[in-house]
């Protein structure tokens, strides 16, 4: 009867980011010198998908109210693995595109088992295994180069039915392969309820450990399609340390514009989809409205700082109670 | 009844946390079919023999037996398995999921892998039935819900594990009058489906109604069982009283004192915790707070100490009314107030840092000038303190984490003392604390009174009430039932009025025996 407002009370976090992006898409699309164009569009998803890969991952890890500072160098590791590997053959092409999903499973479960059977907070242990990936990244690329199987990465860059982003729909697709099981498994309760009350999980039976190292495994393998794309768009691999840690912030900043919360157990990875291709679009409306590039990381901040805030209001409201002391 | 042929048996289970001795060779049977009620004052050892059952702690010897076979359960997940299901006094519910989630969480109904979420809300919404709880949606937040409905929630969630045995700990704690017969007609339907239910409750009329057989505790031993309805309820107080008396209080002053009140509540309410209270405590005057854990003594002490919002009624200092709207305002100005926290490692101490810096956090304001602390002055008044209270450090320096939790306790007290309060709120300050440091505690809390500290003292341990109160106030379900002065501050007459014996149960309207 009134179930639609339970969904709504669900959906709200993620609605809200689907909000504020067609907000800021509209305002940049109308803007844009070629308009509401098919590659307009394309250009926007292309960059968008990135984070959004990323961002995905860092909602499995903060549903558990743990986070990972390692995702940007898990995405820069894996871009530099597959400008080495995913080349030649289809047959090479295909066992170049597992060895480079392989190591971000493998990143991830590293991870999980630090942070899980280790004991050790999650925000050091990702700090370290970060500072990790990097190197192997680095010694990779010492330098930038490489190549990829451009067969592949055009048409996986490129255009269906000549509208339709091909990067976008390979999101789709992993959104249906790996989120909607996760979120819908028995693992993937467990991780959100692991977040939420460890105690009460433990109490209730449920198989806590599987479920955050599940979490922490697929964090590792979606950042690693995050860089699988990046080599399809820039044909090369470079260890970028820059690029890699404003990834993770960035994907911090997403999860949140997105409705999840830091303190885990709530939250979901579609929010955190919309919530970083809104944040791509925040940098693209400065474009198209002609500011100095000087600017833009201050603009930046301040819209993200503003869009924050929103989902904070309610948050102020609910815990204002004898156990927000206790 | 059919069942002679005991379901589930324990024997010569014994546990210890620490030098602390929770459960020494207890033995309990359960039968099928019937409701068996578990009596004990606080700390009598009756959460750690049921935490044993859930498998949720190991015990440290000692043998279980389902179905005549010997069973260890490693996990709750174990237990559960085995048909022992228990609902917790703190709630077992996550905060964020849903109801229905909440309900099938420890098996979740599954189709290709995934949870189905059709099953999972038909599934929730027979327990819910079950429960005498069908007004709860199952798609709400547990979180969104109020104390009462997450109880009904954590009753339905057992009922749907199927369970054998069910345990309830104070499960009717939070309920309302009308939930409390809904959930009391559910468990007679369970038993007469030949469950075994063990129910413990602090409300003697709550086992009266229910109980075919009752086992009491105390001391970490199970010292009598006996067909519900045989024992006169002074039979049972009588049973449960009884430990050696170890401590050596200091020799109470004669007479009342005659000085006006220095802290004084009038009607004090706060959400459904507190329930009109009134009291006051004079300069010179230790009053104790009685009653079983959890009925509102802590609150009741956070309510002075302006950690609570939305309180109703007044508090007056020196006879006049104040607001006090945070504990800086509660330990500032004429308040001069203290509260000794009962956690004192999340509440009391900053672990990792030093003793001085612990010692002087509440004094910062009085020890610097122009926001610069004295040093001089400071370590003056450490001295004194360290003194006075005979804190055994290596040093000031060393994190206070180091020290041995009597020390710790006693750190938190000088913390406090720094500030030279003139109203003292204590919450169970002896807990896990050896009993020579106890000692110095009792003799301390006197020589503050003498010295013109007005002193409210919440103990779990009746022993200490006796012996260092003036007088007590024995709260249930967030009231004063009953003042006890000089004298009259009797083991009896605290554990009688602390069950509520003396009275009716307004709340479960089902009419106390007297």
């Known amino acids: ?326 | 009844m059919d069942g002679a042929a005991p379901l589930f048996r324990m024997e010569g289970i014994s546990k210890r946390y620490g030098g602390v001795r929770a459960l020494e060779k207890a033995d309990l049977t359960v039968t099928a079919g019937s409701i068996h009620a578990i009596l004990g004052e606080n700390g009598a050892g009756k959460s750690t023999l049921i935490k044993v059952m859930a498998g949720v702690v190991a015990p440290d010897e000692g043998a279980m037996s389902l179905d005549g076979r010997e069973v260890t359960f490693a996990s709750p997940a174990a237990a559960n398995q085995a048909g022992i299901v228990c609902i917790f006094q703190e709630l077992s519910l996550i905060p964020e999921l849903s109801v229905a989630d909440n309900i099938v969480i420890s098996d979740p109904p599954k189709r290709f892998g995934m949870i189905d979420r059709k099953a999972q809300r038909r599934i929730a919404e027979e327990a819910l039935a079950r429960a005498g709880a069908s007004d709860i949606h199952p798609r709400a937040l547990v979180k969104d819900l109020p104390l009462s409905r997450r109880q009904m929630v954590e009753i339905a969630k057992a009922l749907a594990r199927k369970p054998r045995i069910l345990i309830l700990d104070e499960a009717t704690s939070a309920l309302t009058a009308a939930d409390v017969a809904k959930v009391f007609a559910v468990l007679k339907r369970l038993r007469s489906e030949g469950l075994a239910l063990l129910y413990i409750s602090h409300r003697m009329n709550e086992i009266a109604e229910l109980a075919d057989h009752c086992t009491v505790f105390r001391n970490g031993r199970n010292v009598a069982s006996y067909p519900a309805g045989s024992k006169s309820d002074n039979e049972v107080v009588e049973l449960m009283i009884g430990r050696e008396y170890s401590h050596i209080f200091p020799p109470k002053p004669v007479g009342a004192s005659a000085a006006t009140p220095v802290l004084e509540a009038r009607n004090l309410s706060w959400a459904d915790r507190l329930d009109n209270i009134s009291l006051s405590v004079r300069a010179g005057e230790v009053v104790g707070l009685g009653g079983l854990d959890g009925q509102g003594q802590r609150e009741l002490l956070l309510a002075f100490f302006g950690v609570l919002r939305g309180l109703r009624g007044e508090v007056l200092i020196d006879g006049k009314p104040v607001s006090i709207a945070s504990p800086t305002a509660a330990s500032h100005g004429r308040v001069g107030m203290a509260l000794i926290p009962e956690d004192r490692k999340t509440e009391g101490l900053m672990l990792p840092m030093t003793v001085r810096e612990n010692l002087s956090f509440a004094a910062l304001d009085r020890l610097s000038k122009a926001g610069i602390i004295d040093r001089a002055a400071e370590q003056r008044l450490i001295d004194d303190m360290v003194g006075l209270l005979a804190i055994k450090t290596a040093g000031l320096d060393i994190p206070v984490g180091a020290l041995s939790g009597g020390n710790q306790q006693k750190v938190v007290i000088a913390k406090w003392l720094m500030r030279q309060p003139r109203i003292i709120l204590l919450n169970d300050p002896t807990r896990g604390i050896d009993v020579g440091t106890k000692q110095e505690l009792y003799q301390l809390m006197r020589k503050l009174a003498d010295a013109g500290a007005a002193i409210l003292f919440y103990s779990t341990d009746y022993d200490e009430l006796i012996g260092c109160c003036d007088r007590v106030l024995v709260l249930y379900d967030g009231a004063i039932k009953r003042e006890l002065v000089g004298e009259g501050i009797t083991e009896h007459a605290l554990i009688a009025t602390a069950l509520n014996i003396h009275g009716d149960d307004r709340r479960t309207g089902l009419g106390g025996k007297a």
């Open chain 1, 1 to 326: 009867m009134k179930d639609w407002r339970y969904w709504l009370a669900e959906e709200r976090g993620t609605l809200l980011a689907f909000g504020i992006f067609i907000v800021m898409f509209a305002i940049y699309s109308a803007n844009h010198p070629a308009g509401f164009t098919a590659n307009v569009v394309q250009t926007a998803a292309n960059k968008g998908v990135l984070l959004a890969f990323v961002a995905m991952a860092q909602t499995l890890v903060v549903i558990t109210a743990g986070i990972d500072l390692s995702v940007g160098m898990i995405f820069t590791l894996t871009n530099c693995m597959a400008s080495w590997l995913v080349v030649g053959t289809g047959l090479e092409t295909v066992f170049g595109v597992l060895a480079v999903l392989g190591t971000g499973l493998i990143c991830g479960a590293v991870n999980g088992a630090i942070v899980i059977y280790g004991r050790l907070q999650p925000i050091v242990a990702t700090i370290a295994t970060g500072a990790v990936f990097f190197g192997l990244a680095l010694l990779l690329r010492p330098v930038p180069g490489g190549s990829v199987n451009e067969d592949l990465a055009d048409f996986l860059t490129g255009r269906f039915f000549g509208v339709v982003p091909a990067s976008l729909l390979a999101l789709l697709v992993i959104v249906l392969i790996v989120w909607v099981p996760f979120s819908r498994s028995e693992l993937g309760r467990a991780a959100y309820a692991a977040g939420s009350s460890e105690t009460a999980a433990y109490m209730s039976g449920v198989p806590i450990r599987r479920g955050k190292f599940l979490a922490y495994t697929l964090a590792g393998l979606l950042a690693a399609i995050g860089g699988l794309f990046l080599t399809f768009f820039t044909y090369t691999g470079e260890a970028a340390y820059a690029s890699g840690n404003a990834y993770t912030l960035f994907s911090i900043a997403a999860v949140v514009l997105g409705g999840v919360s830091l303190f885990g157990g709530k939250g979901s990875a579609i929010g955190a989809i919309f919530g970083a291709l809104a944040f791509r679009t925040i940098g693209d409306l400065l474009f198209v409205f002609d500011f100095d590039p000087l600017w833009q990381p201050l603009f930046q901040g301040v819209i993200l700082l503003i869009a924050v805030s929103l989902g904070a209001f309610a948050l102020f409201r609910v815990r204002n109670r004898l156990e927000w002391f206790l």
